[in-house]
């Protein structure tokens, strides 16, 4: 296989490890919790996708993209909300749970047999020598804007800084007037919808079924660790690199191994760095 190949492949899958990572990046930097079932709500974004799909590739994506969006809000207010003030662990048993219950959902209302959903756009087009889907194009030019985009909305709007207030100094943004529970239900569901869309982008190259977001969130996780609790960008650029290592390392070395170069890069980079490549100062308050 050429290299150019390989590195697009590997841009492509590191795309959307990058975008679910961001996902996860951006409510544990917000909230401090580990939301391990944003792999189920890309699972439903992509089962609500193959619903709507008659619509439309794109419609579709729009539909599934609210579905998430109402499914994080539910999720903070109605689960995470009230167990804001208790021990870690129980987010951690909490997200865990939810990431069961949203795979039993959907396992009860789809069924156990996998759904096809068609890409918006058929063909192949050679790119230095790689062969490229037209879908796999619009994966990484869709992952890049929606970063750049939520990087305007928190930089550059008074309800993105009222976040970044938050996640900074809980304290300190509730003394000028910001509501710690609107926030936190808001963060959540802009996660769920950066889930949501992952799982939409994704669906045309990969069958939709209950368990389809496991190895992305495990993969996420493993991400947001080595880029640094809470940085998005840093997620997406950890993304690309494990996305790249991955492909090159199942090409070059092997296959079998493909998931171990992600925990390798992960201890080697925990040992001399253990705040992650791009980590940020610990939260105050």
Not at 37 to 64: C, E, N, Q, T
Not at 91 to 105: D, H, N, R, S, V
Not at 173 to 180: D, E, F, L
Not at 240 to 269: C, M, N, T
């Amino acid at each position: 296989m050429e290299i150019s190949q390989i590195l697009a492949n590997g841009v492509m899958a590191g795309c959307i490890y990058g975008l679910i990572a961001a996902s996860l990046a951006l409510v544990f930097g917000v909230l401090e919790i580990p939301q391990f079932a944003f792999g189920a709500h890309a699972m439903i974004a992509a089962y609500a996708l193959s619903l709507f799909s008659g619509m439309g590739y794109f419609y579709g994506v729009i539909l599934a993209a609210a579905v998430a969006l109402v499914l994080g809000g539910l999720v903070q207010l109605l689960v995470f909300e009230p167990l804001r003030n208790k021990p870690h662990a129980n987010l951690f048993i909490a997200a865990f749970g939810l990431l069961l219950i949203l795979q039993g959902l959907a396992l009860n209302i789809f069924g156990p047999n996998p759904q096809v959903v068609e890409p918006p756009f058929a063909g192949v087009v050679d790119i230095l020598g790689a062969k490229i889907t037209y879908h796999r194009i619009l994966i990484v030019a869709g992952v890049f804007l929606i970063i750049s985009l939520l990087n305007l909305f928190l930089y550059k709007t008074r309800t993105g800084r009222a976040i970044r207030a938050v996640g900074q100094n809980p304290m300190g943004a509730s003394v000028v007037g910001i509501s710690a529970k609107k926030i936190g239900i808001l963060t959540m569901a802009i996660g769920s919808v950066l889930a949501g869309l992952a799982g939409a982008l994704l669906a045309p190259i990969s069958q939709v079924y209950p368990t389809m977001g496991d190895a992305l969130v495990l993969k996420a996780f493993i991400i947001v660790v080595m880029a640094g609790m809470g940085s998005i960008n840093g997620a997406l650029l950890a993304g690309l690199f494990i996305g790249i290592a991955e492909s090159v390392g199942s090409s070059f070395l092997s296959p079998h191994l493909r998931d171990a170069y992600a925990v390798a890069f992960l201890i080697a980079i925990l040992i001399f760095k253990p705040s992650g490549i791009f980590g940020k100062p610990a939260r105050m308050g």
